[in-house]
């Protein structure tokens, strides 16, 4: 690697970060804070190009806004990037994304990143990734798999009738495989699954949905929501989801709102959303956080 990331990013010496590092951080467990007493299963949903802008939408995104009050619902959550591949690798392992290059191009770094599947992995959990693109592009696999994931399911594990859009298989197609696979789990076993969405990603080409006839953008991210609603009212319907926990976040700022401003807080402003049967209470939280907050929370 030409560019020395150690130096690169430094800005004041280590003792004054440490102290305002310091000040951001909660040193001692609050009276507030939520404690879960087995383990739970864990689904983590990462929705394409979804962004705050849109909760503040009447009928585009419905589902959303409906979880939003049945969970715990974070109003000052950001993105780390404006990229999917940075996303992934803050949201799995918890890394601050670099603005001119991305750790998972790097598989000798990206591997031996800690990760939520990885200490999941080792306390007992079947761990799989779902993806209906090609899970190579950008070096995927090797980051999945080298960081704790056992097993992913991506566009080869569907048929050539399932690969509807020009990034691959539709997200309908990919929550009905993975709804699947819960309800035939029968081991026993805590499992940890994740899925990356696509169908909200240009070129928008999702299938027979028309709800939002002048403009293609808005109904992807519309059909993204209609799909991501009826597996989550799929999940309610089964047995493990009185221990489950669901966190939904976006990867990043997508095709909506138009020309984002890179300077501009709202560019990087996404909800995040904890529920499942695990949460029994629905709440809203304030307090700042990001992607890189998720491993350590769950």
Not at 230 to 238: M, N, Q, S, W
Request: net charge negative; with cysteine; aromatic share 12%.
């Amino acid at each position: 690697i030409s560019e020395e990331i150690g130096t690169k990013y430094r800005f004041m010496n280590d003792n004054e970060a440490s102290e305002l590092f310091q000040g951001m951080t909660y040193t001692h467990l609050r009276k507030d804070t939520l404690q879960l007493a087995s383990k739970p299963h864990v689904i983590l949903i990462v929705l394409e190009s979804f962004s705050d802008s849109l909760m503040h939408m009447n009928g585009i995104i419905p589902n959303m806004q409906r979880l939003s009050n049945e969970g715990l619902y974070f109003t000052n959550f950001y993105a780390n990037s404006f990229r999917t591949d940075r996303a992934l690798v803050s949201i799995h392992s918890g890394l601050p994304a670099q603005p001119t290059m991305s750790v998972m191009d790097m598989p000798r770094k990206s591997t031996s990143l800690p990760s939520i599947a990885g200490v999941l992995a080792k306390n007992g959990y079947q761990t799989t990734f779902y993806y209906g693109g090609d899970i190579n592009y950008s070096n995927m696999r090797s980051y999945f798999m080298g960081t704790g994931f056992q097993q992913i399911v991506s566009d080869a594990d569907f048929s050539a009738k399932q690969r509807t859009g020009k990034w691959g298989v539709a997200d309908g197609a990919v929550y009905d495989r993975m709804l699947s696979d819960i309800k035939a789990d029968m081991s026993g076993k805590p499992f940890f699954r994740s899925i990356m969405t696509e169908s909200s990603h240009e070129p928008f080409d999702v299938p027979d949905y028309q709800k939002i006839k002048n403009s293609p953008v808005l109904n992807a991210f519309s059909y993204a929501d209609d799909c991501l609603g009826r597996f989550i009212d799929g999940v309610k319907a089964l047995p493990c989801w009185k221990n489950t926990l669901i966190a939904i976040v976006p990867d990043h700022l997508g095709a909506y709102p138009d020309n984002p401003d890179n300077y501009q807080l709202w560019r990087y402003k996404t909800p995040f959303i904890l529920l499942g049967g695990v949460i029994e209470k629905a709440a809203t939280c304030h307090v700042i956080g990001s992607q890189i907050d998720i491993p350590a929370t769950i």
